[in-house]
């Protein structure tokens, strides 16, 4: 039985890499037909959904985030589903939470304290770092990256000051730690796409190792922003390198590209895991994030991973989906499912 990550990573396997090919027409024709030759319905499809909340990292990743926002996320994430509901399903005792919260560095530590202050310390929060696209560094990460050190150069300092999407790698690393030492469970760092279009994988490697050491105990998520690498044999190719340099879960995108998550690129990403897993007996998690909107969408998402790398991998500890507005749907498919009606947006909290 699969428990949860555990994947130590391996030397770099250029050869393996460089034999990688993709079937694109045969990838589309498997994708289209996911969610055609395979239907859950009525009863079991309300437990679909309900695994489906435990699987989701609730996101938020505005440039306007506030302690509010956080608030309001992390008590989402600790009561997902409106008690009436729970009840009527007679479930209470599977006590349902969200996978993890999801939040920019600069937010993680006073969504520790929420949630700790809701009774679910037992989440864990996720921080993007690494120069995820909007920039926004936490105020303690500027003050030691540009002012406690004198190592940094006049263009690290500015691309700090005036984010460009590309920082210097000693840059993307301090962050990681800064995320940690506030309280971050997990890491999702984002690989720099211009190494991968040039396929430059030993350097790509190398940078992945360094986060991950700079992780420490904190799992790490490799985003792999689909919708800047061109072509699926280096979406499949990327997934390989990250999993080699001990990535514990490879994730589509960061929600900010212009093509996120879609099935032709997850089934190329749960091929890759699963070649990895019986090439080296590694076990690597999955996260689609980016425009999983429906709770119709997340059950084509659950039955990918089911036919692709089994029930092993329906759980929280290796099937995240990234998602911000997901719940709210589930639940008002869940209120239909108890009541016959669906419910107004008045009748359920916001995610």
């Known amino acids: 039985m699969v428990a949860g990550p555990n994947n130590p990573g391996m030397e770099l396997d250029l050869a393996w890499i460089q034999a990688v090919k993709v079937n694109l027409p045969a990838v589309k024709r498997r994708a289209e037909t996911l969610g055609t030759r395979r239907t859950v319905k009525q009863q079991w499809q309300a437990a679909w959904l309900l695994r489906a909340v435990t699987c989701i990292d609730l996101t938020t990743l505005s440039g306007d985030d506030t302690p509010s926002n956080t608030s309001r996320l992390a008590l989402k994430a600790a009561r997902p589903i409106r008690n009436d509901i729970i009840e009527a399903m007679d479930v209470e005792g599977l006590k349902i939470t969200c996978g993890a919260v999801c939040v920019y560095p600069s937010r993680v530590k006073e969504t520790v304290e929420f949630l700790a202050k809701y009774g679910a310390s037992q989440i864990p929060v ?166 999983i909107r429906t709770a119709k969408d997340c059950l084509v998402w659950l039955i990918l991973i089911k036919e692709e790398l089994g029930d092993a991998w329906l759980n929280n500890h290796l099937f995240r989906i990234g998602a911000s507005g997901l719940l709210t749907d589930i639940e008002r498919q869940l209120f239909h499912w108890v009541t016959g009606r669906y419910a107004a947006a008045h009748e359920l909290a916001m995610s």
Request: charged letters at 20%; one cysteine or more.
């Open 126 to 291: 996720a921080a993007v770092a690494t120069g995820f696209p909007s920039g926004q560094y936490s105020l303690d990460t500027r003050l030691q990256v540009i002012f406690l050190s004198g190592e940094y150069s006049l263009d690290t300092r500015l691309q700090v000051l005036f984010p460009s999407g590309q920082y210097s790698l000693d840059t993307r690393l301090q962050e990681i730690r800064m995320a940690v030492e506030a309280g971050a469970r997990e890491i999702d760092i984002v690989i720099n796409r211009t190494l991968a279009l040039q396929h430059n994988w030993e350097e790509l490697y190398k940078e992945v190792v360094a986060m991950k050491e700079a992780c420490g105990d904190a799992h790490m998520k490799a985003i792999l922003a689909i919708g800047e690498l061109g072509t699926m044999e280096n979406v499949y190719k990327a997934s390989l390198v990250c999993m080699m340099a001990g990535s514990d879960f490879i994730k589509t995108s960061t929600g900010k590209e212009g093509v996120n998550a879609i099935l032709p690129v997850g089934l190329v990403m749960c091929r890759a895991i699963r070649d990895y897993y019986e090439r080296t007996g590694f076990v690597v998690g999955f996260k689609p994030a980016g425009g």
